[in-house]
């Protein structure tokens, strides 16, 4: 089935005088992973929660699969929120069991891993594998979109390359996802990338396209505790990248002016910036106005 | 749904213990223990040819004290002291019997006994003349509603803590676990004071009920009896990890305090093998203080049971209390191991 | 003043949580703990914290009132305001009057707090929490600061800022000890320890840990042995830990989340003994 999964045309949302989301148009299209990135409270779960129909648009509209996201629509779609949706007193199997007639469904079979644990009360289960199960709940019903909330949080790097490999079987297979996360570097694994902060979706794209103008300066010295604590002092947005400082939207030659003051000798050099960066910016921007 | 909710329901053992265990003690309560009638009255013969006035007596008034030498006075101070439901004083036509109104239904029955007796015998009820139920139930109902906020009230007061996953920032903090349960119990022992005080002036306003006694000696029973329910619902909090749970188990207590403490169905109708059972509550020996402050003007000597009793209580219960908080706070044998909560929610996090 | 835990063993009935572990946590350092859930990681720290009796082993740590710790739960009294969460905890640990004034608006500027001190705890985001159970955290200038996954689950900024919070509190003196999931704050620390299963797989200054590194990671768009690959990006990378890697293989210089994940293969698939 092609035609777009998922969409929001000019989405605004409003509680009382604060605007959580504030004329957000976007889209999921089958066969591809789109990251959700922001702060919090940048308007990204209330955007989520207005796409999957559990919370009504101030004005806008939003598609779901093509429709009124109703509870038919939802029918063909895989939801993993944050808090799992996991009945932490029943076993992983009773839970796929539930999900599965709940779907109408066939029962997912758990992997070799998890197979031994089948009978484990899930909320003894670490958090990596009550993830996995969580996951198989969501995909058991073979479903056209996938809605993830921070997949990955909390979980270690093998347990996140798994899931990733999950995802990215769905999407092969030619489901949407769509997937927030806070992990930089699963940013660098989706297919497109949408930023939101206060609300408003500020840049979409590549990661080239989240980045934007930002710039970076690369700091190397010696005492690096020492430069970055002159810099944080002199009010510079300062980061920390292995053990070399960078310094987002910056000056090099100010930044010289800063450290030398210090008595801190280093080499400056402009870098690329990171996605960080860019929100760093925001962050700085959205709490000056 | 269905399936997933029996299963849900066989893993909580406490609500399950609550569905099964609630009907059959209720059953057991109301079968054994509801009884209105009181099959035999304590009674006390004071006065010249005591022992022949007894012999006359018919076998509902269960003779335990006879006083040849004895005085009306002596009646009366037999009765304040709760020794005897009737006391019959002789030596004079008709014969004086004098009844204990704080006990309602031996009360009732005596009257209605003595009736029959005709013009032989002059009843006069003391405490509690028109043997008014509400005179009766206020004190009560005093002691239960320190029962309801120290016990339901404290336990989820603390079980918050666990909740919120604050009691371990507690723990490594330069606090002692006497602190934490002090400074977290001292609250609620005001606001139940305060409504204490509340209840008995309205009580005594509203139903006119009387406040014959020592309203320090009342104070005093009071304070023992809040740290007995106080303790207890420290005690239920280091036992439950969950608010919902804390309330079920605090339910668990309160129940049998109600029906069981005497207040409102009398300890000395219940068959014994179900009275032994009141016997082991607090509020029942609550009741003994607050009904003799206030409606015999009991001195405090004459209560010393009571008194005794719950102050060991508030001993061994604060002891129990503190020493499992102690373990909850402090290390020693880790309580349970330390699971990840699952998905970092940000301002909510469950146990 | 050099913290520890030595050769520590703990048990959970019958899991063992940590098995024969041994850390320092030098002052004026920040000590980055990772692994897997269930690797030990909270354990560890809360042995440290005095929260968990070891079976065998010994603790190094100073006494409570010199000790700052954050949980991994949510640090802070949701019923309360800011200023009200830091004054408690400042009370608890002796400070009063002006010092306690003057220590709680340092703290809540360096939080970037300062405009949301009125509001209660519930109504912070995740990040701002976390911010605030730090700071509470340090309030009496702890000389051993432990924190349990400071980061997790908060938005890349607050994360930054947690991590200036941390460094800050190191070149004050501190020692720091501190447990992630993510990689990339692991690497900016001054020593890293990699659990997992209750045992440290490696551990060291991240040059040493590159260092000490045996074996080869490839990078390809499918898995010769796929017990031994993972994903990483669009392509799998796959760990040869003795053989060298046969030819046609393209071999990458590994990063830390190659390291880590190609030590818990390496024990995973390892032979039982």
């Not at chain 2, 006497?178 to 022992?189: D, R």
């Amino acid at each position: 089935m092609t035609g777009v999964l998922l969409r929001a045309r000019q989405v605004t949302r409003r509680f009382g005088a604060f605007t959580a989301v504030d004329d957000v148009s976007m889209q999921v299209q089958p066969g591809e992973v789109v990251g959700l990135l922001g702060a919090n409270g940048a308007g990204k779960t209330t955007l989520i929660r207005m796409l999957l129909g559990l919370l009504a648009v101030t004005s806008g509209s939003v598609e779901l699969l093509g429709g009124v996201p109703d509870r038919e629509h939802r029918r063909r779609l895989g939801y993993v929120p944050q808090g799992l949706g996991l009945y932490g007193d029943l076993t992983a199997a009773e839970n796929l069991l539930f999900s599965a007639r709940a779907y109408d469904s066939a029962v997912p079979a758990l992997p070799p891993a998890l197979a031994g644990r089948a009978d484990v009360l899930v909320r003894e289960l670490p958090l990596g594998a009550q993830r996995q199960v969580a996951f198989l709940a969501a995909l058991a019903h073979s479903p056209e979109v996938l809605v993830l909330d921070e997949p990955t949080s909390g979980v270690d790097a093998l347990a996140r390359a798994a899931l990733w490999d999950t995802i990215r079987g769905q999407a092969e297979h030619g489901a949407g996802v769509l997937v927030t996360t806070h992990y930089m570097q699963e940013a660098q694994q989706c297919d497109r990338l949408l930023l939101m902060s206060n609300g408003k979706l500020v840049a979409q794209g590549s990661e080239a396209d989240i980045i934007g103008s930002t710039t970076a300066v690369a700091v190397r010295t010696g005492d690096w505790a020492q430069a970055f604590a002159a810099l944080n002092a002199a009010g510079a947005p300062v980061m920390l990248a292995g053990r070399a400082i960078r310094v987002a939207n910056a000056d090099p030659g100010e930044l010289h002016e800063v450290l030398t003051a210090a008595g801190i000798q280093a080499t400056l050099q402009p870098v690329p910036a990171t996605i960080e960066e860019r929100m760093l910016v925001l962050a700085r921007e959205a709490s000056a106005s | 749904m269905i399936v997933k909710e029996f299963r849900e329901l066989v893993r909580d053992r406490r609500t399950l213990g609550l569905l099964v265990m609630m009907p059959l003690l209720l059953l057991v309560i109301f079968g054994y223990a509801a009884n209105f009638y009181v099959s035999s009255l304590k009674t006390a013969v004071v006065g010249p040819q005591a022992s022949q006035v007894a012999a006359q007596l018919p076998p509902f008034f269960n003779v335990t004290v006879t006083q040849p030498s004895g005085t009306k006075a002596d009646a009366e101070t037999l009765l304040q002291d709760n020794k005897v439901d009737v006391a019959f004083v002789s030596g004079q036509t008709p014969v004086l019997a004098l009844v204990n109104g704080s006990n309602l239904f031996a009360a009732q029955s005596a009257v209605a006994a003595l009736n029959k007796a005709g013009n032989k015998v002059q009843t006069q009820v003391l405490y509690n003349p028109d043997l008014k139920t509400s005179w009766v139930m206020v004190p009560a109902i005093i002691g239960l509603i320190l029962t309801f906020i120290g016990t339901i009230i404290t336990s989820i007061g603390m079980v918050r803590e666990r909740e919120a996953g604050t009691l371990e920032q507690l723990a490594v903090m330069p606090i002692k676990p006497s602190q934490v349960i002090l400074g977290k119990i001292a609250p609620y022992f005001l606001v139940a004071a305060v409504d204490m005080v509340i209840v008995t002036v309205l009580g005594i306003v509203l139903f006119g009920v009387p406040f014959n006694g020592n309203p320090f000696a009342f104070a005093l029973g009071a304070a023992i009896f809040l740290f007995v329910t106080l303790g207890l619902g420290v005690f239920i909090s280091t036992v439950s990890q969950t608010a919902g749970q804390a309330i079920q188990t605090a339910f668990f207590f309160l129940l049998p305090q109600i029906l069981l403490s005497g207040m409102i169905f009398p300890l000395e109708a219940m068959a014994a093998g179900v009275r032994w059972i009141g016997y082991l509550l607090p509020l029942t020996y609550f009741t003994m203080i607050s009904q003799g402050i206030m409606l015999r003007g009991a001195p405090i000597t004459s209560l010393w049971l009571p008194f005794v009793v719950l102050t060991v209580m508030a001993l061994v219960v604060f002891t129990g209390a503190t020493l499992r908080f102690r373990r909850d706070l402090a290390p020693g044998r880790p309580a349970s191991p330390a699971h990840k909560q699952p998905a970092a929610a940000e301002s909510v996090s469950t146990a | 003043m050099t913290y520890s835990v030595r050769s520590a063993t703990v048990r959970f009935g019958h899991v063992l949580a940590l098995d024969d572990v041994t850390v320092e946590v030098p002052g004026g350092s920040v000590v980055a703990v990772v692994g897997g859930d269930g690797a030990g990681k909270s354990t560890l720290l809360r042995a440290l914290a005095g929260e968990v009796a070891l079976e065998s082993g010994t603790i190094e740590a100073p006494p409570k009132e010199r000790l700052g710790y954050l949980p991994a739960s949510s640090g802070s009294w949701a019923a309360l305001t800011v200023t009200q969460n830091i004054d408690f905890v400042a009370g608890i640990y002796g400070l009063a009057g002006e010092e306690l004034a003057a220590r709680r608006a340092e703290l809540l500027d360096r939080a970037s707090l300062t405009p949301a001190a009125g509001r209660l705890a519930a109504q912070l985001s995740g990040g701002m929490r976390r911010k605030l159970g730090f700071i509470m955290a340090i309030v009496h200038r702890p000389e051993l600061l432990i924190l349990d996954e400071p980061s997790t689950g908060i938005d890349p900024v607050s994360r930054i800022d947690l991590w200036r919070l941390a460094s800050e509190a190191a070149a004050s003196g501190a020692a720091v000890l501190m447990s992630t999931t993510y990689l990339d704050e692991a690497e900016r620390a001054a020593h890293l320890v990699v659990l997992d299963g209750g045992k440290i797989l490696v551990q060291g200054s991240y040059d040493q840990v590159r260092a000490g590194f045996a074996g080869v990671v490839t990078q390809g768009a499918a898995p010769v042995r796929p017990e031994w690959a993972w994903r990483r990006g669009r392509v799998r990378h796959e760990y040869w830990p003795g053989a060298a890697p046969p030819p046609g293989t393209t071999a990458v210089p590994p990063d830390l989340e190659d390291i880590v994940i190609a030590l818990s293969l390496a024990r995973r698939n390892a032979v039982p003994s």
